[in-house]
C-alpha cells in the first residue's frame, strides 16, 4: 500500500461504475479461492480423534506452534448417523471442509507474544465441520439411500480422499437407531454396502436431549397463547427432568442424569394415530396436508362440548366452560351423519386436539407422579406447530395448575439420530459447550420432502438454483396470515388456544428452523466477562416493531449492497447472479422473521446484522467493501503524519482529550448507515473527518472522559494491557484507534489491537491490519518499535521518517483476531487468540455502534472498560439516549 504524501486527498467518487471497483479490486483483493479457505477458517471446526503416528513437524523448528502433517490420519472418519422410525428416517451428517490454511506471521508471533499454549487439543490442526440435519418418510426409503449415495455420506462426504481416488472401504459401519435400524439393516448392506450398527432407541433419544440442552443456547421454549419463549437452561439445575418423545407411538422418560435414565410410561396413542386415523377419515395425502387442514377447522361440529350437554351453559362448579370439550367425537353418534357430512378441516382439528391434550395429560401424570416440573417434549408429531404446543402445553398448564412447565425442543425430531451420532465415539462431541457451536441458517442447507433435495455440498451452482426454486416457493408460503382472534372465557378448562389461525409452513421452510450447526473447537467465552452466565449481547429486543424497522433499513439498504458485493468481484455475470441469489436469500431470510421472529431461536439485532455477512459470504462474497477500504486507508494514512505531529505539540491532558474526540469523530465512516453514506457523497474523507471533530461538542451524551483522564493520569497504577478493539477501516482505525493505541503504547501500556477475523461491511480484519500499522510505522518510531516487538513487521528500519530517540523501551503492539465476521461481538464465543490475550488485560476498550452500543452496552466487564461510539441512527439514539443523530458516547466504566 503506498500512503499518499502529496496532500491531495482522494474524493469519494458518487458514482462508482462497476469497472472502476473492479480495477480496484483486481489490484488488492486476495484470490477468491484463498477467501474461500479463510471463510470456513474461522466459524467452523470439529474435533474428530487424531491419528499421531508419523506425524511430522511442518514449518521452521522456532515456531511454537508449527502445522503438524499426519499422513496417517484416517479420513473415513464417520460421517453420518441414522434414526428410522415408524412414520420418518432422520439422518445427522458431518461435513469436513476441505483444507486447514496455514497460519500467518502475525498468528504466530502473536502466539509465541501472548504465549499462548493451547494444550495438545489445538496444537494440532484442527480439522473444522458442520452437522447437517435432515429428513424423509420412512415409505420413502429409496429417496433416502439416493440422498446419502449422492453425497457419498457412507463414505465419509464426496469430499473426502477414499470418495475422490473410488477406493471402496471394505466394511463401513453407521451407527443407526429407531425399529428401521434393525429392519432395513440388509435393504443398507445391499444398496450401500455399509453395516448399520445399531445403537438403543431410549439411549440416543436421552444423549440427544441431553447435548441439545447442554449445547445449543436456545434450543428450549415454551409455547403458550401463540408465544414463543425461550428458555435459559441452567446446566447445574437441568435434572431431573421428563422427556416426552412423540412419534409414530409416545415414550415418557424420566430423565435423572447422562445416560441415566428410566422409560417410566408411553402411549400408544401418538403421531402415528393422528396421521393414520386422520388420512382415513380425509382425503390428505401428506402429514402437512392433514395439520393444514386443522387450521381452518371446527371442531365443535364434531366434539360433545360441556355446552352441547349443558344446554349452552358452563359447568361453572367444576371450573368448566361451555366450549370445553367434555368427550372428542362424541357429537357424531348423535346423529345421522356419514363419514362424508363432515368436514375433513374439522375432522382434522378434533383429531389434533383429541390426541394433543391426551399426550398432554398423560405426561402431566407421569410428571406428576415422579415431581418434575420440567417436560421437554420431542418427537415430529410437533412439527414446529403452534397450535399443537399451545395445546399441549395447555393441557400440561391446566391440569398441574401452572405447576409444571411443557417445553418444546428446535431440533424435536432429530434426538435419536444426533445420540446415534454422538454414540460415535472419535467425534468427542459429548466435550462441546454451547460456546464451541454456532448455527448457521443457509439457504443452500438440505431438505427432504419434497423433490429438491439441496445441491451437493459446495456447489454454488446448484445452491443459487435451489435458492431460486425456494424463493418461488417461498413466495407463497412466507405470506402473513393474522393470527386468529383470542377465544376465551376465563373459565378455564380445554378452550380453543389462540394460535389456530398461524399458517402452517412447508416442510421446505420449515427446514431452515433447523440451521447447520457449525462445530468450533477454538472459540472460548471471553474471560473478562463479568458473568457469562447473565451476559446477553443485544442492547435492545428485536420486538415487532423494531423487527420491522430494521427490516426497513436492511431492505433499503439491499441493493447498494448488492452492487458493492458484485463489483467486488469483478462486475461478472457469475458474480451478478450470485448477487442476484443474494438479494433473494437474504430478502426471504428477512421474510421469514418478520413471519416469525423467533424462527431461527432468540435473534438479536446483532444475529440479523451477522445473517446479512453470512449470506454473503454463502453466495462466495468476500469482501463487498474491500476497494473502499483500501481508498479510505490510503487517503487516511496520507495525513496520518501531520495530526500525529499535531497531537505530539500537545500536553498531555490536551492531548487525551483530542484522541478520544478523534476516535469519536472518525467513527463516522461507517457504510452500514444510511445516513453517512448520504454524508460522505458531499465531501472527502478528510473535509468529513474535519467536519466532524469540529462538531464535537461537549459533553456529550454520555461523558465519562473526566473520570477516564484522570484514571489514565495515575502515575503510580498505568495499565499494563490494554484490549482495542477496533471498528472500521480507513479514517476511523487509522487516524481514530491508532493514533490512541499510540497514547498507551508511549506510557509503556501493551496494546492489543483485536479485529474482526473475517470482513463485515467496512470494518477493518485482523489480516489487514498488520499492513496499516506497518504503513502508519514508517512515520512513527514508538508504532514501529511496538510493532516489532510485538512480531507485527520485521526489519522496518527501512524507509524510516520519526525520531525514535525518546522513546523507552518498547512494550509490544499486538493484533489479535476476535473470532467475528460481523459488525457486533458476542462476548460468549470468541477465538482462543484474544480470550488468551486477555488473561493480562486490565483495560478493553471498545469502538464503534455495533460492538459498543447494538451490543454489549449493558455489559459488565471484570477489567475496566471504556465504550467509545458515535450513534448514526436516529432511531437507536432516541431510544438509547434520549439523544440524537451524531451523538458521542464515552462511557468509562472503572471495576472498583
Ligand atoms: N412429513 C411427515 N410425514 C409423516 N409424518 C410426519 C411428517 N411430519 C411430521 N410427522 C409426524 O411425525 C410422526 C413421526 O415422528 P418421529 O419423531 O419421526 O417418529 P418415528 O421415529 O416414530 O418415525 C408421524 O407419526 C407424524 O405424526
Ligand atoms: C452496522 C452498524 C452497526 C455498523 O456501525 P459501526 O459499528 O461501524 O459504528 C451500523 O452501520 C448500523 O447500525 N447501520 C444501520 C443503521 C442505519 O442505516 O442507520
Ligand atoms: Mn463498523
Redo the contacts with the bound molecule.
Sequence with gaps: MAANNSGSEPRIPEDVTLEEEAEAEAKGKAPAASSATTTTMNRSGSRPQLDLSGAAIHGTLEDRNPTILLPNQSDDISHLALDIGGSLIKLVYFSRHADQPTEDKRKLSTKRRLEIFTGARRSYPVLGGRLHFVKFETGKLNECLDFISSKQLHRGGVDSPSWRSGAQPDNIVIKATGGGAFKYADLFKERLGVSLEKEDEMDCLVAGANFLLKAIRHEAFTHMDGQKEYVQIDQNDLFPYLLVNVGSGVSIIKVDGHGKFQRVSGTNVGGGTYWGLGRLMTECKSFDELLELSQRGDNSTIDMLVGDIYGGLDYSKIGLSASTIASSFGKTISDNKELSDYRPEDISLSLLRMISYNIGQISYLNALRYGLKRIFFGGFFIRGHAYTMDTISFAVHFWSKGEAKAMFLRHEGFLGALGAFMSYEKHGLDDLSAHHLVERFPMGAPYVGGKIHGPPLGDLNEKISWMEKFVQKGTQITAPVPMGAPATTGMGGFERPTSKGDILRSDASAALNVGVLHLVPSLDVFPLLEDPKTYEPNTIDLDHDEFKYWFT?LSD?LPDLVEKAVASEGGTDDAKRRGDAFAHAFSAHLARLTEEPAAYGKFGLANL?ELREECLREFQFFDAYVSIKQRENEASLAVLPDLLMELDSMDEEDRLLALIEGVLAA?IF???????VDLYNQGTIIEIYRMSRKKMQRPWRIDDFDTFKSRMLKKDQPYKRALISV??AGA?VVLGMLPLAREFLRRGVEVVLVANSLPA???ITANELPEIVAEAAKHCGILRKAAEAGGLIVDAMAGIQGDTKDEPASVPLMVVENGCGS??IDFRQVSSELAAAAKDADLLILE????SL?TNLNARFKCDALKL??V??QR?AEKLFNGNIYDCICKFEPVS
Design positions: 433499513i439498504h446484522l467513527n461507517d457504510w452500514g448507515s444510511k445516513a453517512c471498528d472500521n476511523d461491511l467496512n470494518d459488525p457486533c464503534g455502534m455495533g460492538r447494538h461510539a458515535m448514526k441512527n437507536l
